[in-house]
């Protein structure tokens, strides 16, 4: 169930601690800029659609936090994997399936990024034709592809199907705390960055969103990207103390 803005400092104080990934700071960032679509029925499902991706990431986090636990080590091999699974599940579900859906409402469509490698340039190409506002954003999905979501894509292959990893040697074990907590802020980064990047060319001119602390993950406390009206300017410097002005 996804909340409301309302409640959010409930949520903040009683569920996850300091140590936990605040997905929260992608949530409202991308909420708060979906509010400035000018057509109110896209705006309408753009909004569904974050609601969803919210959705897959607190569903993460709660995986990630049973990882983080006192308790885990103490867990079997077995019940470790089980958890491991279910945390990269709601990854690359988020990732994978909801985030093409809130692309598609907007007016986007992103399989490219997900295309099997011999159709993966070509449909790149189609895709830069298609959308040359975005030619810029090659070089990421390129670099995303190759520093980690291949590892995650084929993670997810292997644990989805045969489960069969004897001859599959060049697929990276995820399952420590630490890959955990990288691939977590990997997958949080990628959705924020591709929707920042898609919603800038649907907003009007009179809105910017500005980033302010561009190393950021949601493992810190502070946000990446403050939305703001022209007159308030673009100045890198935090206008904000947080994401939730």
Known sequence: MVTSLN??????????????????TVWVLLKNIAKRLPDETVEDEADFRIDRIYEKLVEARNHYIVIRGKE??????????????????????????????????IGYDLSCIFAGEKQFESQL??????????????SVILNQRQNWQNNLRDNRNVQTHDGDQRNQRE????????????????????????????????????WNIVPVNEGATVFDRVHRYELRHAIQGIDPSPLFDNPYH
Request: glycine letters at 2%; a negative charge; hydrophobic letters at 35%.
């Open 171 to 206: 697929i990276v074990d995820l399952n420590t705390p630490s890959q955990a907590k990288q691939y977590f802020a990997l997958v949080c980064r990628a959705i924020e960055s591709i929707s920042v990047a898609i919603l800038s060319y649907k907003i009007p001119e009179s």
């Open 7 to 24: 409640s959010l400092t409930v949520r903040l104080n009683a569920e996850w601690g300091p140590e936990d990934p605040e997905v929260e």
């Open 72 to 105: 885990f080590s103490g867990k079997t091999v077995s019940e470790q994997d089980a958890i491991y699974n279910s945390l990269y599940t709601a990854l690359w579900s988020a990732y994978k399936d909801r985030l093409p859906a809130f692309g598609k409402s």
């Open 125 to 138: 190409n189609s895709f830069v034709t298609r959308y040359p506002e975005l030619e810029s954003f090659r």
